[in-house]
């Protein structure tokens, strides 16, 4: 089984920049997937970035070349950096990792993009 906590949602202006942590209860090298979704009222989950264990990347077109996925090893963290955020970018993100077969959430943090 695998945990997950997330931080760092808030309020931020449109164009501003938010980081979202998501710190895992086991090693990420031993994680298939991790990476992080979200959930707007009225709409479907959806990806926004995730990252395999060996590396590769998949971003949605939505947020490409403004949201950046990334991990601190030692630490078993992953991060969303996010860039030039839009209103439309509001909703709870989830935390997510595929760990043996199996898919483990966090349990949210909402960004809300608004002046």
């Known amino acids: 089984q695998v945990r997950l906590v997330e931080s760092g949602g808030g309020l931020v202006q449109p164009g501003g920049s938010l980081n979202l942590s998501c710190a895992a209860s086991?090693?990420?090298?031993?994680?298939?997937?991790m990476g992080w979704y979200r959930q707007a009222p009225g709409k479907e989950r959806e990806l926004v970035a995730s990252?395999?264990?060996?590396?590769?990347?998949i971003y949605g077109d939505y947020v490409k070349g403004r949201f950046t996925i990334s991990r601190d090893n030692p630490n078993n963290t992953t991060y969303l950096h996010m860039n030039s955020l839009k209103p439309e970018d509001t909703a709870v993100y989830y935390c997510?990792?595929?760990?043996?077969?199996?898919?483990?959430w966090g349990q949210g943090t909402q960004v809300t993009v608004s002046v």
């Open positions: 086991k090693s990420l090298f031993t994680i298939d997937v």
């Open positions: 997510h990792a595929h760990f043996l077969a199996s898919d483990y």
């Open positions: 990252e395999s264990i060996g590396r590769r990347t």
